[in-house]
């Protein structure tokens, strides 16, 4: 049977090659007699894939030793909470930019753990869109400026992340972590739920600067602190080591195709061809402003609800699934991650233009 192009916000798609690599090597990894799900954590098997995907995904974001990189579980959603408790500090405050739907559920968070502070707050902005540099009022004394990069639902994305001094940038980079190039140095903390851009659910994929990991009061849960996983290289409980082992070969194909300078410009590519078949139509309707259109999730109306539910099922009948928009905010959504082939996108754009032919 034929592959789909699945346009899903994720899980999404992963590489062909990886998900033929990750067969061949299932019921029997590299001659061990056993699968790597059965594989011990501290074998020499599971070992060598561990340090395999946190080498590449240092080499693919040009980490310095100031940073380590930890698997960790829970996906996201539960950093919302962990970055605030590792880092805010006893009666501590942070900034906070509430753009949309993940960052108003890490700000739901976080102020159960501390004082927020909200930097900006254009979650409700039509059309959607990020901050501009001057709406930011930015607190010197913050603990750190935690930002969504990508939000998913509004079809969002940061362009230029914002200068904050000495004050550490924390990121939700869930939907566009090692999409594109970008500076790391003003970054404190990085986290990111592998299952659309480095893997598949099931492995959070956390970036921080070591002395940050220090910040943890010690009355903390073991597991719940940073400091454990630096120190036991993520380690201290048993990781999740199939997760882990997909994302070890996803950043090697990542790696192999250039690193992320080399599928950057493809992502923009794919963005730009689906914005230019919704500008060039009267048909179609853009949800976020032009300046903050994500490259990764391209969001879009038609102008009726029932016309945009033939236009998903139509779609779906020809191997494009996953379209439909959140269920929040409903229209149309085409997710187009790092692995998603720039034929997919070449089909969508044709079954616009047919689609626009028969109903407009």
Known sequence: MARVYNFSPGPATLPEEVLKEAQTQLADYKGS?????????RGKEYSAVHEEARSNI????????????????????????LAPMNLMGEGGRADYVDSGSW???AIKEARKIGEVHLAADVKDA??????KPEELTLDPGAAYLHLTSNETIAGTQWKTFPDTGEV????????????RTFDVNPFGLIYAGAQKNLGPAGVTIVVIRRDLAERAAG????????????EKDSLANTPPVFPIYIVSLVTRWLLDKGGIAG???????????????????DFYRGTAAADSRS???????????????????????????????????????????????????DALVDFMKEFEKKNG
């Open 33 to 41: 007699g056993m699968s790597i799900l059965e594989s011990s954590h």
């Open 295 to 345: 490259d990764m999730n391209v969001t879009f109306r038609l102008a009726e609800e029932e016309l945009e539910k033939t236009f998903i099922e139509e779609a779906a009948r020809q191997g494009m699934k996953g379209l439909k928009g959140h269920r929040s905010v409903g229209g149309v959504r085409a997710s187009i991650y790092n692995a998603f082939p720039v034929e997919g996108v």
């Open 263 to 281: 599928i950057e410009q493809q992502n923009r590519d794919k963005a730009a061809k689906l914005y230019a078949a919704i500008d060039g139509s």
């Open 168 to 179: 550490p940038i924390v990121a939700d980079m869930s939907s566009d972590i090692c999409s």
């Open 103 to 105: 960052s108003t559920k």
């Open 219 to 230: 009355h903390l849960p073991t597991l719940f602190q940073y400091r454990t996983f630096v």
């Open 126 to 131: 039509s059309p959607a869109r990020m901050p």
């Open 58 to 81: 240092a080499e693919l974001l040009n980490l310095t030793e100031d940073y380590a990189v930890l698997f960790m579980s829970g996906g996201a959603s539960t950093q919302f909470a």
